[in-house]
């Protein structure tokens, strides 16, 4: 039998591995500040690939991390203190709340080198924590590819339906692609690769729905392709996302 070069082994691997759906996570210690007791949240920020727990990527220095209330964005980035998950590079925040409504944290992360799609990921990320029932839970951050909710996105019971819109410079994007995962907390073993992200499309209007299966946090991601500027000056391929993550609670 011909022996065949470590290259070839390589590249042979590449094309039979499946592949990963990469996901920027930013998550909340809690969706839904309580009445009484701490009124602060902490959040994780880290770069992986939820159901199958890891490999988790090094994040570079993000460009952009705040929050939306009331109509004001508020910079949190002197508030990220650098963490390790895994071995690599993630962050971590704390913030305090004041007057109550609706917070809308977001992330625009530092692109990252996918060496094996050969092109970079940039996922802009958010999330909403609600701190006495607000109504400005569908807020935009103006991110270049977002998800507008239109369920509300917190307070979600298991098996309720998640709708939104998908968004590309503030327009409706007709039939985005959107992945969805969820954080494998429990360490369930999924039966095959296509259970692992699942895969919808927006309607004409851009507007996509889900039925959330199992409690915990679950992250939709609108992907479009599109060009950055790369670390030599010009410009790169780059997979552009739009991140939301919401939580669901079992009935009990």
Do not use: C
């Not at 210690?29 to 690939?49: A, M, N």
């Not at 460009?63 to 971590?92: H, M, N, Q, T």
């Not at 006495?132 to 996105?153: C, F, H, K, N, Y």
Request: no cysteine.
């Amino acid at each position: 039998m011909r022996k065949l070069l470590p290259a070839t082994i390589a590249a042979l691997f590449l094309v039979s591995a499946p592949a990963l759906a990469h996901f920027q996570e930013l998550i909340p210690s809690t969706d839904i500040v309580p009445d009484e007791g701490d009124k602060s949240v902490k959040l994780s920020l880290t770069f992986t690939h939820p159901v199958e727990g890891g490999p988790t990527m090094d994040m570079g220095q993000p460009v952009a991390f705040g929050v939306l209330a009331d109509g004001k964005k508020v910079d949190l980035l002197s508030s990220l203190v650098p963490k390790s998950v895994d071995g690599k590079k993630a962050f971590e925040a704390t913030y305090k709340f004041g007057k109550p409504g609706d917070y809308v944290f977001y992330l625009n992360p530092a692109p990252y080198w996918d060496a094996a799609e050969k092109h970079f990921l940039v996922h802009h990320t958010k999330v909403v924590v609600d701190f006495g029932a607000g109504d400005q839970w569908d807020a935009l951050v103006g991110s270049p590819v977002e998800i507008r909710p239109l369920t509300r996105p917190y307070g979600l019971w298991t098996g309720n339906l998640f709708r939104a819109i998908a968004l590309r410079d503030g327009k409706p994007l007709p039939f985005a692609r959107v992945e969805i995962e969820w954080i494998n907390d429990a360490k369930i073993k999924v039966p095959s690769d296509p259970f692992t992200t699942q895969v919808v499309k927006a309607d004409q209007n851009g507007v996509f729905a889900y039925a959330i299966p199992r409690a915990g946090w679950w992250g939709f991601n609108v992907l479009v392709d599109g060009k950055i500027k790369g670390p030599d000056g010009k410009q790169a391929d780059a997979e552009i996302g739009g991140t939301m993550w919401v939580k669901a609670v079992d009935l009990k």
